[in-house]
């Protein structure tokens, strides 16, 4: 059964930092495209961070401005783990937060804004509140 095991998540004042970890189960993460994702309240889900399996860049054109060098991905093929570094939490970063892992880039990069196309493997997602 190919799964992840997710952790990290929980409650963090404005400005300060957290790390989620998904390890993987079941499968082999280095064959995969990696990403991470979060849906706030009353919110569509949107696509942070993600990393190719072919040569390890991040890569999300529609990732959230407000994220872009605050939120760094990584993965630890050794560990078969991927993890979501986050800092300078803002009250706006409150969502629930959801890896991901699927062969094929493009799934991983539309995947919030086509219907027709399902991840391979999904974390059953953390939340994260940032709130003084």
């Known amino acids: 059964q190919l799964q992840f095991v997710v952790s990290g998540g929980g409650l963090v004042q404005p400005g300060g930092s957290l790390r989620l970890s998904c390890a993987a189960s079941?499968?082999?993460?280095?064959?995969?495209?990696i990403g991470w994702f979060r849906q706030a309240p009353g919110k569509e889900p949107e696509g942070v961070s993600c990393?190719?399996?072919?040569?390890?860049?991040?890569?999300?054109?529609n990732s959230p401005d407000s994220v872009k060098g605050r939120f760094t991905i990584s993965r630890d093929n050794a560990m078969n783990t991927m993890y979501l570094q986050m800092t300078s939490l803002k009250p706006e970063d409150t969502a629930v937060y959801y890896c991901?892992?699927?062969?094929?880039?493009?799934?991983?990069?539309?995947?919030?804004?086509?219907?027709?196309?399902?991840?391979?493997?999904w974390g059953q997602g953390t939340l994260v509140t940032v709130s003084s």
């Open positions: 991901a892992a699927d062969p094929i880039l493009h799934n991983i990069v539309v995947v919030t804004t086509d219907k027709d196309i399902s991840l391979e493997v």
């Open positions: 990393i190719s399996s072919s040569d390890g860049s991040t890569y999300f054109p």
């Open positions: 079941g499968f082999t993460l280095d064959y995969y495209v």
